[in-house]
Antibody, heavy 123, light 106 residues
């Protein structure tokens, strides 16, 4: 059974840093394409970052608002996905979800989601 | 970046109604288009991918169509459990979500 469990959300001051974690189980973690998707309070969904599977080069992509500030990476020994967030802004306040692409069918995006972890950026 | 525009933003309907939500892309995304349902306090749930393929376990009253820049999600006969917010998402070039359509009870 696929499971994604996020942690690391916290209250942080503008300009600060935070690292989110997502512990994964139930699938081939090394070759999985995974994402971070966020949702600001009362707002819609926003894709944040993606990492491709090792077999596809493990390359990363970022949404424009976070490029240069956030970094997505995996630790395969821990079967964990991370999001390193630097230079945080109040606009980064959101519930951050870890997601898996192609968990059931190869062409399906975000077919598994974690429960989310809340990041609040405020002075 | 590819922009996704959903309409309407809010839709009021009754159980048993047939409803359609539209999603437009700022450039062609072929059929790399997904639809999600989200209920309050819950993570989104994938309903449809590749524009028209129903995710396993999703009721057949949900259907998707379209290609290129114009897509629709149709619910053939609304059930009480369907009142939720729906999002489209392109995954042709990175990912972009539409702004959402809140389906509420009339």
């Amino acid at each position: 059974e696929v499971q994604l469990v996020e942690s690391g959300g916290a209250l942080v001051k503008p300009g600060g840093s935070l690292r989110l974690s997502c512990v994964a189980s139930g699938f081939n973690f090394s070759n999985a394409w995974m994402n971070w998707v966020r949702q600001a309070p009362g707002k819609g969904l926003e894709w944040v970052a993606r990492i491709k599977g090792k077999i596809d080069g493990g390359t990363t992509d970022y949404a424009a608002p976070v490029k240069g500030r956030f970094a997505i990476f995996k630790d395969e020994s821990k079967k964990s996905l991370f999001l390193q967030m630097n230079s945080l802004e109040t606009e980064d306040t959101a519930l951050y979800y870890c997601t898996l692409d192609g968990g059931r069918m190869v062409d399906a995006p975000n077919d598994y989601w974690g429960q989310g972890t809340l990041v609040t950026v405020s002075s | 970046d590819i922009q996704m525009t959903q309409s309407p933003s809010t839709l009021s309907a009754s159980a048993g109604d047939r409803v359609t939500i539209t999603c437009r892309a700022s450039q062609s995304v072929s059929d790399w288009l997904a639809w999600y349902q989200q209920k309050p306090g819950k993570a989104p749930k994938l309903l449809i991918y590749k524009a028209s393929t129903l995710e396993s376990g999703v009721p057949s009253r949900f259907s998707g169509s379209g290609s290129g820049t114009e897509f629709t999600l149709t619910i053939s006969s609304l059930q009480p459990d369907d009142f939720a917010t729906y999002y489209c998402q392109q995954y042709d070039t990175n990912y972009t979500f539409g702004q959402g359509t809140k389906l509420e009870i009339k």
